[in-house]
């Protein structure tokens, strides 16, 4: 796997059909009340390549409903972002109101230019800090860099999200593809991005982690 390619980096997708104007659409629905979690992230979250309806954070909604939980989830992905242009959005993605959780899906860019892991790992540090300031619970979700850089690279890329885990004591998802990288028939025509079916098992490993942490969030 990894990387995302940038398609329209013009702003955030949503779970549903994006807003002419996402900054006002969150000003309004801060008053609303519904608990959200924003899904902070690349194409991979924005979902290239897929009807904004079966992205996996789509998925995630629709699942929240199915259980009975009235809560709201806010695509913030944007395709070709790195962790620094993820960071330059996060003040916009936590302020969205009403935020309890934040899935901070950032990395696989930084992998697939070789950017120096030490500068990502600050960058998601720093959004990971803004989001605990804000008293948001964060799933961070793990990436893996590709092999062309070599096992060196490969190893301290995929460190960084553990070692943020300890440092911060988030929650954890080791790697967000699992089981849908490098699998053909689950990912689209590009190999990196997922289908709808990968895009689906990809929403079932996260619910898996994001279902406990909704529970903590509303007791």
């Keep these: 796997m990894t990387a995302c390619g940038r398609g329209d980096a013009s702003k955030p997708a949503a779970a549903t059909p994006a807003p002419a104007n996402p900054e006002a ?3 309004a629905d801060a008053g609303t009340g519904v608990p959200k979690i924003v899904v902070l992230g690349d194409s991979l979250t924005a979902g290239l390549g ?15 409903k199915a259980a009975g939980y009235k809560w709201d989830v806010v695509n913030a992905g944007v395709s070709g972002d790195t962790s620094a242009a993820g960071l330059a ?4 993605a936590l302020d969205q109101g009403h935020v309890r959780i934040l899935i901070l899906e950032l990395g696989a860019n930084d992998g697939l230019r070789g950017l120096p ?22 799933l961070l979700a793990g990436m893996e860099a590709p092999p062309n850089f070599g096992p060196e ?22 790697f967000l593809l699992d089981e849908v990288a490098g699998v053909a028939s ?7 991005h997922p289908n709808v079916e990968g895009a689906r098992i990809v929403a079932e490993h996260v619910w898996a982690v994001l279902k406990p942490m909704v529970d903590a969030a509303a007791s």
Excluded: H
């Design 25 to 27: 659409a969150a000003a």
């Design 50 to 64: 897929l009807d904004p309806s079966r992205t996996y954070p789509a998925v995630l909604q629709d699942k929240l």
């Design 89 to 92: 959005r996060a003040d916009w």
């Design 117 to 138: 892991p030490a500068e990502m790992k600050k960058n998601l540090g720093a959004i990971i800090e803004r989001a605990q300031d804000k008293g948001i619970a964060v």
């Design 153 to 174: 690279y490969t190893v301290s890329f995929r460190q960084v999200y553990r070692d943020l885990a300890r440092q911060y004591k988030v929650t954890l998802m080791p």
């Design 186 to 192: 689950l990912n689209q025509a590009d190999g990196i």
